[in-house]
Nanobody, 119 residues
Framework: QVQLVESGGGLVQPGGSLRLSCAAS????????MSWYRQAPGKERELVAR????????NYADSVKGRFTISKDNTKNTWNLHMNSLKPEDTAVYYC????????????WGQGTQVTVSS
């Protein structure tokens, strides 16, 4: 059974940093591309960052470019999102999403982790 478990969310002051992690089990880690999405109250879920299965290709939403970094740790089957210079508008529930690079039907979501940026 595939599981994605996010961790690392919390309350942080504007300008602060957080690291989110998404631990995967039950899948072949190297065969999945992974994305972080977020959803703020009253808004649609939006793509924040994506990393390819090899870790070589990354993409970011314009709103987070230069502040967020997505990475993967093959030794721990974990994807990470390093978030710096956080702003109140980054407040949202953050979700990880893994999609098989060949069989798109293998598409999994984590349960989400809350990030709140407030003074």
């Amino acid at each position: 059974q595939v599981q994605l478990v996010e961790s690392g969310g919390g309350l942080v002051q504007p300008g602060g940093s957080l690291r989110l992690s998404c631990a995967a089990s039950g899948l072949t880690f190297s065969m999945y591309a992974m994305s972080w999405y977020r959803q703020a109250p009253g808004k649609e879920r939006e793509l924040v960052a994506r990393i390819g299965s090899t870790g070589d290709n990354t993409n970011y939403a314009d709103s987070v470019k230069g502040r967020f970094t997505i990475s993967k740790d093959n030794t721990k089957n974990t994807w990470n999102l390093h978030m710096n210079s956080l702003k109140p508008e980054d407040t949202a529930v953050y979700y990880c999403n893994a999609v098989h690079i060949l069989f798109k039907v293998h598409n999994y979501w984590g349960q989400g982790t809350q990030v709140t940026v407030s003074s």
